[in-house]
């Protein structure tokens, strides 16, 4: 069985940067989508970025677009995420998750993703 581990948030002022990582450990056979979620209090679980496994397609949310990039190491079996121009809007709870889509705007969605990480928590300032 998949586990997914997160690392890397923290407390930064606005116009900061943080790096979170997620690893991957067991059988990743199956699959085939990896994105970056995050919930605020009090709001839904939004998807930040995602992408495809077998290809490196990635797709971003408007809102983080220009600011925020989603990458993966495969032979480390690890997910990243480069988030700069921080501004307090960005401040959540930040998961990473793995899915067995690999096309579908499901992928867009929470149901598109069946393994979850613990999440870390990335506080912005202004």
């Known amino acids: 069985q998949v586990q997914l581990q997160e690392s890397g948030g923290g407390s930064v002022q606005a116009g900061g940067s943080l790096r979170l990582s997620c690893a991957a450990s067991?059988?990743?056979?199956?699959?085939?989508?990896m994105g970056w979620f995050r919930q605020a209090p009090g709001k839904e679980r939004e998807l930040v970025a995602r992408?495809?496994?077998?290809?490196?397609?990635?797709d971003y949310a408007d809102s983080v677009k220009g600011r925020f990039t989603i990458s993966r190491d495969n032979a480390k079996n690890t997910l990243f995420l480069q988030m700069n121009d921080l501004k307090p809007e960005d401040t959540a709870m930040y998961f990473c998750a793995a899915g067995p889509y690999s096309d579908g705007t499901i992928r867009n969605t929470a149901r598109g993703y069946n393994i979850w990480g613990q999440g870390t928590q990335v506080t912005v300032s202004s």
């Open positions: 067991g059988n990743t056979d199956s699959i085939y989508c």
């Open positions: 992408i495809n496994t077998d290809d490196g397609s990635t």
